[in-house]
């Protein structure tokens, strides 16, 4: 059974940076998209950044040039820095894993919260 744990939210104040991570385990194979991804209260889930076959890279508009998303292969774990923390960024941020063409797991989600 393959498990995503994250790790690495809490309470910020805006314009600080906090690293969130995420490690599967379990028996994957070879993982296609590993993604963030968040859903702030009374909105829909979105995605924020994601690595595509274990190399290309993705972002939100919103997040861009803040946020970077990187992976340790060996150890099945996707990280994402994120920098210039401002409020609109406060939300439980989500670890996906998906390998094509129908496996998909989420993590239990991680709470970010930045203060003004």
């Known amino acids: 059974q393959v498990r995503l744990v994250e790790s690495g939210g809490g309470l910020v104040q805006a314009g600080g940076s906090l690293r969130l991570s995420c490690s599967a385990s379990?028996?994957?194979?070879?993982?296609?998209?590993m993604s963030w991804y968040r859903q702030a209260p009374g909105k829909q889930r979105e995605l924020v950044a994601r690595?595509?076959?274990?190399?290309?890279?993705d972002y939100a508009d919103s997040v861009k040039g803040r946020f970077t998303i990187s992976r340790d292969n060996a150890k099945n774990t996707v990280y994402l820095q994120m920098n210039s923390l401002n409020p609109e960024d406060t939300a439980v941020y989500y670890c996906?894993?998906?390998?094509?063409?129908?496996?998909?797991?989420w993590g239990q989600g991680t709470l970010v919260t930045v203060s003004s």
């Open positions: 996906n894993v998906r390998v094509l063409p129908t496996f998909e797991v």
């Open positions: 690595i595509i076959n274990g190399y290309s890279t």
């Open positions: 379990g028996s994957i194979g070879s993982i296609n998209f």
